[in-house]
T-cell receptor, first 114, second 111 residues
């Protein structure tokens, strides 16, 4: 019974490159959340998606960041033209029923921008 | 927008001592969730509180939800080294369903 799968675990990108982070939710879960965490800090909400729909993207930077959760395949968080300030751990979480349901987190992707 | 605040930010205790972290929301919450993140790990769901004044226990951990549903606490009795990690509270913001996390309390336990 696989949990939330994120890949890659570690990603190194040079400034200006693109970063693609993938997340496969738990089996049976159709709600996906992305959070960003800086060292020694809390979890900052970025975006909440259901299949083919963005429900809430109030935490996403207006530029360079985008997210999708297609009908088939994993959810993707895409960061274009990365800058050093994008270096962080990005966690994906899924839930069965959305609001008021516990979140199950993946192991995260540690993005380092050089 | 909604804010969830946690104190203290850090807590260092001797093994066997008790530990408490407090969580306050700027708005009334429908429920509150608690998560634990071990160093280098990912957040793991601990518990959810829904009712006003609710108290739940998990072994040495006691969780409370305030009467006004705007605050909560987690108390650990007789801490052990396995309790080390960061404890987060989280509540749902607005009507969209995004879970807002507090900044967490980082617990270290000296053996």
């Amino acid at each position: 019974n696989a949990g939330v799968m994120q890949n890659p675990r570690h990603l190194v990108r040079r400034r200006g490159q693109e970063a693609r982070l993938r997340c496969s939710p738990m089996k049976g879960h159709s709600h996906v959340y992305w959070y960003r965490q800086l060292p020694e800090e809390g979890l900052k909400f970025m975006v909440y998606l259901q299949k083919e729909n963005i429900i809430d993207e109030s935490g996403m930077p207006k530029e360079r960041f985008s997210a999708e959760f297609p009908k088939e395949g994993p959810s993707i968080l895409r960061i274009q033209q990365v800058v050093r300030g994008d270096s962080a751990a990005y966690f994906c979480a899924s839930s069965a029923a959305g609001e008021r349901s516990p979140l199950h987190f993946g192991n995260g992707t540690r993005l380092t921008v050089t | 927008g909604q804010q969830v605040m946690q104190i203290p930010q850090y807590q260092h205790v001797q093994e066997g001592e008790d530990f408490t972290t407090y969580c306050n929301s700027s708005t009334t919450l429908s429920n509150i969730q608690w998560y634990k993140q071990r160093p280098g790990g990912h957040p793991v769901f601990l518990i959810q509180l829904v009712k006003s004044g609710e108290v739940k226990k998990q072994k040495r951990l006691t969780f409370q939800f305030g009467e006004a549903k705007k605050n909560s606490s987690l108390h650990i009795t007789a801490t052990q080294t396995t309790d080390v990690g960061t404890y987060f509270c989280a509540g749902y913001g607005g009507s969209q369903g995004n879970l807002i996390f507090g900044k967490g309390t980082k617990l270290s336990v000296k053996p």
